[in-house]
């Protein structure tokens, strides 16, 4: 099989000896899978990453998009996630099997992605209107990770490990500690985490509207949910006052389309924030935007601290 290249360099550098090992047994698992759901081979979604994706039908017609990846923590996060949304929301889990690292699901038509409709407002209006359906309660048996538990690892590890040169101000650290431990006291309650809720995973189906796709699956303050959004489709090259421009109509909408404090919603982008480019460290990807990026925590940071002054 001819996969992309980025998908090839992606299973290298995430999963190492494991998704070498894993990559040459990519076809039998296809066709395992194909021949589990009666599926006929279909065609590979352009722009998949860390794991395969192919658009097929099922036997009654349906549209579905396949999902084979190394059988992972957070592979199965995903399963369990898409489990308990039951369709409300986020693209439908049809089936899923563990051993053979599968999801198969619904697939969004025709798939428009969030950020090619509309502006700023319109996008995040809608990006909030899809948090309001996912976040509900998390159920009395899962296994799904708690937000902290992300922010304790990959802080504890740039501290010690991954960031020896300090290129994640340790400054940044501090207040995003302080932002998640202030978010914490004010919780209400956990609710299921989508945990990656971008632009790129916000997906338009003619029928059900805007739908999630890929979610992580983690729990914690529903406040956490709207960092992966505020920081992400900002125009790359831009002043940084453009980008606040943008960050604070965002943190606008999401405060009054989610019943959240400005605080709060910049508390929790602050997190975010400063969570992914930690995790650039263990990915070993930092990208040439990095000090963009790091300039954006500093704007977070003090629109977190704002209402104080």
């Not at 299973?11 to 070498?20: K, N, P, S």
């Not at 359906?133 to 902290?148: D, G």
């Amino acid at each position: 099989m001819n996969y992309p290249p980025q998908f090839v360099d992606d299973v290298y550098r995430i999963f190492g000896d494991q998704g070498r090992a894993w990559l040459p047994r990519l076809p039998e698992l296809l066709a395992q899978c194909r021949e589990r759901w009666s599926l006929p081979e279909g065609v590979p979604c352009p722009t998949m990453s860390m794991n395969y994706i192919e658009f097929t039908t099922t036997a009654a017609g349906e549209p579905v998009a396949l999902k084979v990846g190394v059988p992972h923590a957070e592979l199965f996060t995903e399963m369990q996630a898409l489990r308990f949304y039951d369709g409300r929301g986020a693209a439908r889990l049809i089936d899923a099997d563990r051993d053979l690292g599968a999801i198969l699901m619904q697939r969004a038509q025709p798939g428009t992605m969030l950020w090619q409709v509309g502006d700023n407002a319109e996008q995040t209006r809608n990006a909030a209107t899809v948090m309001r359906v996912l976040s509900r309660p998390v159920p009395e048996r899962h296994a799904l990770p708690h937000f902290t538990q992300w922010v304790e690892r990959a802080f504890r590890l740039t501290r010690t490990e991954w960031d020896p040169q300090e290129r994640m101000p340790r400054e940044l650290l501090v207040a995003a500690e302080e932002a998640l431990a202030e978010l914490l006291q004010a919780s209400t309650g956990d609710v299921i985490l989508h945990g990656d809720l971008h632009h790129e995973n916000i997906l338009w189906d003619a029928e059900a509207g805007w739908l999630a796709i890929d979610p992580k699956g983690v729990i914690g303050p529903r406040s956490l949910e709207v960092g992966r959004f505020i920081q992400n489709q900002l125009p790359e090259g831009a002043p940084i006052e453009d980008w606040e421009m943008l960050v604070r109509e965002r943190i606008a909408i999401f405060s009054a389309e989610l019943g959240m404090t400005p605080q709060a919603v910049a508390a929790g982008a602050l997190v975010d924030c400063v969570l992914s480019h930690c995790w650039c460290f263990e990915e070993e990807a930092l990208s040439p935007d990095w000090d963009d990026g790091v300039a954006l925590g500093y704007t977070l940071r003090r629109l977190w601290y704002t209402p104080r002054l």
